[in-house]
C-alpha cells in the first residue's frame, strides 16, 4: 500500500540537541498527524494539523502542515532522553476517506 | 483503563491455522479501524467501521482476512489458512466519529510458524 515519504529514516543525536523530520506525498492530505510509538506500544498521537500552512506547538515539538498540503514537517527541540522511539507522520488524503496512510517512521535515538 | 483494548497482545500458531484477534474499542467511539505493521514499516490500513457496517475494507490483502463489528463496538479480525507472511503486529484504532483523531491500542504481535 502507499506510504508517505518519510526522512530521515534514523537520527542520532545528543541530549539537549533539536530535531527536525519531515514527510512528503504525490497526493493532497486533509489532515496531517504525528505519533510517537515506543516498543510494544501503539502509535501514541502527537499533534494533529488540519488546515495549510498551519503551525502547531504541544511543549518542546512544533509540527506544520505545508501550504502545498503535500508535506508536514515536526521538530523537537531540546531534546532528553525519553523523546527515543519512532516518530511516524500519517495523513487523511482528499480522497481517502477516513483511513490513515502513514510514513515509514524515524527512529530516533538521544544520548546523554 | 479507557484506552483501546487489543487480546491477545501475543499470538503464535502454525501456519495453515486460523486465529481471531479481539479490539476493544474507547467507550462510545463509533469508528474503529485495523492495521497491520510489518517490521520497520509504517502502519497499514486493513479495514474500517462506522458501527456495524464495514465502510471501507479496500486494504485487506486477500479473502483470507475478515473482520466483523457485531454490535457496534468490540470487533474481531479473523484471519484463515494463516501464512507465514501474515506475521506482524495487528494494531486496531478508534474515534468519536469517522473524520476524528484516532487512537491507537497496543497492537497484537501474530507470529505464523
Known amino acids: 500500500g502507499q506510504q508517505l515519504n518519510q526522512s530521515p529514516q534514523s537520527m542520532f543525536i545528543q541530549e539537549g540537541e533539536d530535531v527536525s523530520m519531515n514527510c512528503t506525498s504525490s497526493?493532497?492530505?486533509?489532515?496531517w498527524l504525528w505519533y510517537k510509538q515506543d516498543p510494544g506500544e501503539g502509535p501514541v498521537l502527537l499533534i494533529a494539523?488540519?488546515?495549510?500552512?498551519e503551525l502547531t506547538s504541544n511543549g518542546r515539538l512544533t509540527a506544520q502542515f505545508g501550504i502545498t498540503r503535500k508535506d508536514s514537517f515536526l521538530n523537537i527541540s531540546a531534546s532528553i532522553p525519553s523523546d527515543v522511539g519512532i516518530y511516524f507522520c500519517?495523513?487523511?488524503?482528499?480522497?481517502?476517506?477516513?483511513?490513515?496512510?502513514f510514513g515509514e517512521g524515524t527512529q530516533l535515538t538521544v544520548n546523554p | 483503563g479507557a484506552g483501546v483494548s487489543q487480546t491477545p497482545s501475543n499470538k503464535v500458531t502454525e501456519k495453515g491455522k486460523y486465529v481471531e484477534l479481539r479490539c476493544d474499542p474507547i467507550s462510545g467511539h463509533t469508528a474503529l479501524y485495523w492495521y497491520r505493521q510489518s517490521l520497520g514499516q509504517g502502519p497499514e490500513f486493513l479495514i474500517y467501521f462506522q458501527g456495524t457496517g464495514a465502510a471501507d475494507d479496500s486494504g485487506l490483502p486477500n479473502d483470507r482476512f475478515f473482520a466483523v463489528r457485531p454490535e457496534g463496538s468490540v470487533s474481531t479480525l479473523k484471519i484463515q489458512r494463516t501464512e507465514r507472511g501474515d506475521s506482524a503486529v495487528y494494531l486496531c484504532?478508534?474515534?468519536?466519529?469517522?473524520?476524528?483523531?484516532?487512537?491507537f491500542g497496543a497492537g497484537t504481535r501474530l507470529s505464523v510458524l
Open positions: 497526493s493532497i492530505f486533509n489532515t
Open positions: 494539523l488540519y488546515k495549510a500552512g
Open positions: 500519517a495523513g487523511l488524503e482528499e480522497t481517502s476517506g477516513s483511513r490513515l496512510t
Open positions: 484504532a478508534s474515534s468519536p466519529n469517522a473524520k476524528n483523531i484516532q487512537y
